[in-house]
């Protein structure tokens, strides 16, 4: 098969290479592009060998025949067919820039409906790569030109639907651009107007909510959709079509993209419809249900999820089904981290969208446990009887982290995998999260989320936790992370959850550079005043570790407690945070504590200050009291 695909590939080109005349090389460029639809799938190796002479010459085949309509629509179809085989033909398919030669005769034979529909496929397949991408806006405005086809063409499917996909491929990563498009006179309605005229057809809608997504990555062009003008508003359309289309995979993926980009900047009226009137939020379930091995869906769907039920929160309702968690589980299950190829573009990727389901997985896991929190009880395991022993004994001393490294790190009680009846391991595929993608910042604070969501109140799955190796890892992170203050905030939140109740777990954490991770963060943080929350949950967890020692608490420490304390007066919450602090930093007076050498007076008038501030709140007077 291999041969006779090469001889036919082999003869195409020989053609072109040796005639001139349009309808001989025509023939031959038809013959290609069927050759490529026809290829079994073993082939691939094959035809990645013939990229670089087939783009030369059809490029040059199209050059020097810029009027021979037939011949331009073969070139496109060959073009479209070839590239998107995989990533690594995208990019090889630009050392001609032959894009150049595409934007050319789409742009002469706007009249022509099958060139239109073949050059934006080719467009779309093209612009896949960064380097087109941007070459093909600055040379030729390509967005426009597949508007134009999209207007010119409107009874067209293949065109409307390939103009779509030409869009949503042109504008990636391109925020101004994105802005651009989205702002020009009558560019949205156009889709919106595609929508109405086509919206039967499934790969029509597909595209079309695809190319909406995509102008809707960058946070003002999200702004501008959700402010526009139309009945129904577009959040309603793609609800609509998530119903209509509800077995479709590309419809549901799409729409779910749409929406999940939306919700990302919607205020609360758009978010209390799809949360109240919509029923979104079983449409999303239902979706992600269906399509398990879609990373997309669980991606979109699992983000969906934590916008909605943090708006059910807002909104004061309970009702979410129980097998919620399930479906977040067997997301982050079934899309665990791939390696890494070479040849994956960063942007679409395995890789990339595996790490885009844990992190959203993670936001939705939070945000499910903040609103239903009896929902615990779900998540666990049945442990062996080696681990069942450490539950109940003693914890071993950690090593101190200071010098280690994520490839360092092994957890104390490593809690193999297996099946149990009716718990979920989620804490086990949180902490995968947590060391697989310790490096991005953004997952590991979403991981650190919801480990606190899981632990906080809940010795059971605090001890798995713990015992599984979570304290260490988030101080590994965190130190990778030092100054971003996101981290920082929720590595604390987490260390707090992780030994809050267990006199045993603060001992673990301290032992393992606990106390001074969070001294660092006191120190780093302490002056700029737009990080109180940093400063309140850093010094919650100082607060918690010196329960259990206050000794260990040095002098230095116990000062920069009450300087954060008077710099931020009134903030009430970080004044409770502070309060707690003392009172664990007096509770011991014995000589060997250092707080005799410490200015009690300096204590007792902070004490006071707070107490005039807050005198209304009856958390900070319970802390003041325990002073």
């Known amino acids: 098969m291999e041969e006779e695909l090469s001889g036919k590939i082999c003869k195409a080109l020989s053609v072109l290479e040796k005639e001139s005349e349009a309808c001989k090389l025509t023939s031959a460029i038809q013959e290609l592009a069927e050759a490529i639809q026809e290829r079994p799938d073993n082939c691939q190796e ?127 990563d391109d925020e101004d651009y994105q802005l651009d498009i989205v702002q020009r006179k009558g560019y949205v309605s156009s889709l919106l107007e595609t929508l ?53 995979e590309g419809v549901q993926s799409a729409t779910c993209g749409i929406l999940e980009a939306l919700c990302s900047n919607a205020q609360r009226p758009i978010l209390s419809s799809l949360v109240d009137d919509l029923d979104a939020f079983e449409l999303v379930t239902d979706a992600m249900e269906k399509f398990a091995d879609s990373p997309q869906i669980q991606w979109f769907g699992c983000s969906l999820v934590a916008y909605l039920v943090s708006e059910a929160i807002e909104l004061g309702r309970k009702e979410i089904d129980d097998y919620i968690l399930e479906l977040i589980y067997e997301a982050m299950k079934r899309h665990e981290q791939v390696e890494e190829d070479s040849a994956l573009i960063p942007s679409t990727g395995a890789a990339a969208r595996a790490s885009k389901v844990q992190e959203a997985a993670c936001r939705a896991l939070s945000e499910v446990l903040h609103l239903r929190p009896f929902l615990r009880d779900q998540i666990g395991e049945d442990l062996k009887s080696d681990v069942k022993a450490a539950l109940g004994g003693d914890a071993d001393e950690p090593d101190s982290i200071k010098d280690k490294s994520k490839e360092d790190y092994e957890p104390k009680y490593p809690i193999e995998e297996h099946q149990s009846n009716f718990q979920l391991q989620l804490h086990q595929s949180v902490m995968y999260v947590i060391m697989c993608y310790m490096n991005d910042p953004y997952i590991f604070k979403s991981a650190c989320d919801a480990i606190y969501s899981m632990a906080i109140d809940c010795e059971r799955i605090q001890k798995l936790l713990v015992l599984s190796g979570a304290q260490e890892a988030c101080l590994i992170g965190m130190q990778t992370h030092a100054s971003n203050s996101n981290v920082q905030q929720w590595g ?136």
């Open 46 to 172: 094959v035809l990645l060998y013939y990229v670089p002479p087939a783009e030369m010459l059809l490029k040059q085949a199209m050059d020097e025949h810029q009027d021979d309509l037939e011949l331009q629509q073969a070139a496109c179809l060959a073009i479209a067919e070839f590239v998107p085989l995989n990533e690594e033909f995208r990019d090889r398919f630009e050392g001609e820039k032959i894009y150049l030669s595409v934007l050319r005769c789409v742009r002469r034979f706007q009249s022509d409906n099958a060139l239109q529909a073949w050059g934006c496929q080719a467009i779309a397949c093209l612009a896949q790569t960064m380097q087109n991408r941007t070459m093909m806006i600055a040379n030729g405005d390509a967005g426009a030109l597949a508007f134009s086809a999209l207007n010119t063409h409107r009874d067209d499917v293949s065109v409307q639907e390939n103009a779509c996909k030409a869009i949503s491929y042109i504008v990636r």
């Open 196 to 248: 109405s005229l086509h919206g039967n057809d499934e790969n029509v809608v597909e595209q079309t909510f695809w190319a909406l997504r995509a102008l809707a990555s960058a946070d003002e062009a999200q702004k501008f959709l959700l402010e526009f003008r139309h009945d129904p508003p577009i959040y309603k359309l793609a609800v609509t079509a998530m119903r209509n289309f509800d077995g479709e």
């Open 492 to 627: 604390c939140k987490a260390l707090q959850s992780l030994s809050a109740g267990s006199d045993e777990f603060k001992l673990r954490l301290k032992q393992c550079g606990g106390l001074d991770a969070v001294v660092r963060i006191l120190y780093e943080f302490k002056s700029d005043r737009n990080h109180a929350h940093v400063l309140e949950e850093a010094v919650s967890v100082v607060a918690c570790l010196a329960t259990i020692d206050s000794g260990s608490v040095s002098i230095e420490v116990q000062s920069t407690v009450l300087d954060i304390m008077q710099m931020f007066m009134n903030d009430e919450h970080l004044q409770q945070v502070a309060l707690e602090a003392l009172a664990a930093f007096v509770s011991d007076l014995s000589s060997e504590s250092p707080v005799l050498e410490f200015n009690v007076k300096e204590v007792w008038r902070c004490t006071i200050r707070a107490m005039e501030q807050h005198i209304g709140s009856a958390g900070s007077v319970d802390c003041i009291l325990n002073v």
